[in-house]
């Protein structure tokens, strides 16, 4: 799959199982893909080696929150209305709240 926004395109990785979604990007570094996470409102990124971009979306991919350069040992809160996660490296788009995202 393919995650896109503003003809940006990143590979995208969907967290199915309870393992995949638990471990996410930790103990990664030099992180080159996003992960979706599908019905989900909250994340953390404890044991993370690097910085991730948190795109929080509704159930139609518009984008409800974005937390740039989200360092290791956070917690991001149960969001009303979110429904979808995207965690991407640091820096790879440049997210407007209420815009889509796109996923091929």
């Known amino acids: ?53 948190v795109i929080m979306c509704d159930k139609d991919n518009t984008i409800l929150f974005f937390y740039k350069d989200l360092p290791k040992n956070k917690i991001i809160w149960p969001k009303k209305g979110v429904r979808k996660v995207f965690e991407t490296p640091s820096g790879y788009f440049d997210i407007e709240i209420g815009k889509k995202m796109i996923v091929k």
């Not at 503003?6 to 393992?19: P, T």
Request: charged fraction near 30%; hydrophobic fraction near 40%; aromatic fraction near 16%.
């Open 1 to 53: 799959m393919k995650l896109i926004y503003n003809d940006k395109k990143i590979e995208l990785i969907e967290c199915k199982s309870f393992y995949s979604r638990l471990k996410g990007f930790m103990f990664k570094k030099n992180i080159n893909h996003a992960l979706l996470f599908n019905r989900c409102n909250s994340i953390h990124t404890f044991f993370m080696k690097e910085n991730i971009d």
